[in-house]
């Protein structure tokens, strides 16, 4: 749901690429983000049910007010950054320095868990983050420049124009094609890889939203990481909590199977992620 959920490095990355506006990708991702976690919300008050999993005690009302209370604050960020986007006072990035800035403040004055002297750091790791971010956005407009010398999305149109009738069988093949490259291919690299060749076939061909085109790329390279054979985030676990990662994707195969559902859906009907741009 990270990559979702604004705010989102992915959809900045592809933002990038397709040459669209980084606030409607985040807004894009809302709606979309919101559903797939009600979805999951279900397949664990599902699985709960079947499994018999322990119920913790009842919390009284007193307790459910104070811990209402502490988390208000943290929750209150994004609010403020997507608000300050869809108001128009102001850009993506200077929401998220406003966010920046007002998770310094929760985090040294509400919860009291930072100190300042945590902060060079921190500013430290975020540049290199960054820094990182900018040299795959660097590689995917070189990367781009040699797909197009070699010919390779004119070859890549005629086959998927002979395989595809239409916008949602061009969905739908894409959302196979992407799932495989997803489950061996991190999310941004996966970006790189596939949008200079998929999105002029997207937009050009098939007259698909570039928007939509996104949310959906992003949602299925998500996906692969919890697709077999390589499944990113089961080895990721299995070094945190020692749990094999063959049991553990036969416990998150039904999160799986309803993540195909809604990406189906997704694929289909426009409208989920593009509702509050358009």
């Given at each position: 749901?990270?990559p979702?959920?604004p ?5 900045v990355i592809?933002?990038v ?5 980084v ?11 919101v559903i ?5 919300c279900g397949v664990?008050?599902?699985m709960g049910y ?6 913790s005690p ?5 307790e459910?007010?104070?811990a209402?209370?502490d988390s208000?604050p ?5 609010i403020?950054?997507v608000?300050s986007?869809?108001?128009g ?7 998220a320095?406003v ?5 310094i403040?929760v985090?040294?004055?509400?919860t009291?868990e930072?100190?300042?002297?945590q902060?060079?750091?921190?500013f430290?790791k975020s ?7 900018l040299?795959?956005v660097?590689a995917?407009?070189v990367f781009?420049?040699v797909l197009?010398?070699?010919g390779v ?5 005629e086959?998927?124009?002979g ?6 069988s061009?969905?739908l093949?894409v959302?196979?094609i992407?799932?495989?490259i997803?489950?061996v291919i991190?999310?941004a690299?996966?970006?790189i890889?596939?949008m200079p060749?998929?999105?002029p076939?997207?937009t050009k061909?098939?007259?698909?939203d570039p928007?939509?085109?996104g949310?959906?790329?992003v949602?299925n390279l ?10 990113l985030?089961?080895?990721?676990a ?6 094999k990662?063959?049991k553990?994707f036969?416990v998150?195969?039904p ?6 559902i809604?990406?189906?859906l ?7 992620s593009?509702?509050?741009v358009?």
């Amino acid at each position: 749901l990270g990559p979702i959920i604004p705010p989102s490095i992915m959809f900045v990355i592809y933002s990038v690429m397709a040459q669209v506006p980084v606030s409607d990708m985040l807004i894009a991702g809302l709606i979309p983000g919101v559903i797939l976690t009600a979805v999951f919300c279900g397949v664990i008050a599902l699985m709960g049910y079947v499994y018999q999993y322990p119920v913790s005690p009842k919390l009284t009302w007193a307790e459910r007010r104070a811990a209402i209370m502490d988390s208000i604050p943290a929750l209150i960020i994004p609010i403020i950054m997507v608000g300050s986007i869809m108001t128009g006072l102001a850009n993506a990035t200077e929401s998220a320095a406003v966010g920046c800035l007002a998770s310094i403040v929760v985090g040294r004055f509400w919860t009291r868990e930072l100190t300042f002297s945590q902060l060079p750091v921190m500013f430290m790791k975020s540049g290199i983050y960054s820094a990182a971010v900018l040299f795959l956005v660097a590689a995917a407009s070189v990367f781009s420049w040699v797909l197009v010398f070699g010919g390779v999305p004119q070859a890549v149109t005629e086959w998927v124009q002979g395989v595809a009738t239409g916008p949602i069988s061009f969905m739908l093949l894409v959302n196979i094609i992407l799932l495989v490259i997803g489950t061996v291919i991190d999310g941004a690299p996966g970006l790189i890889m596939t949008m200079p060749i998929l999105l002029p076939i997207a937009t050009k061909v098939f007259g698909i939203d570039p928007i939509h085109f996104g949310v959906v790329a992003v949602v299925n390279l998500v996906l692969g990481f919890l697709s077999p054979p390589v499944g990113l985030c089961f080895f990721v676990a299995e070094a945190v909590t020692g749990a094999k990662s063959g049991k553990m994707f036969i416990v998150t195969l039904p999160f799986f199977f309803a993540s195909c559902i809604f990406l189906v859906l997704l694929s289909i009907f426009p409208s989920i992620s593009t509702i509050l741009v358009r």
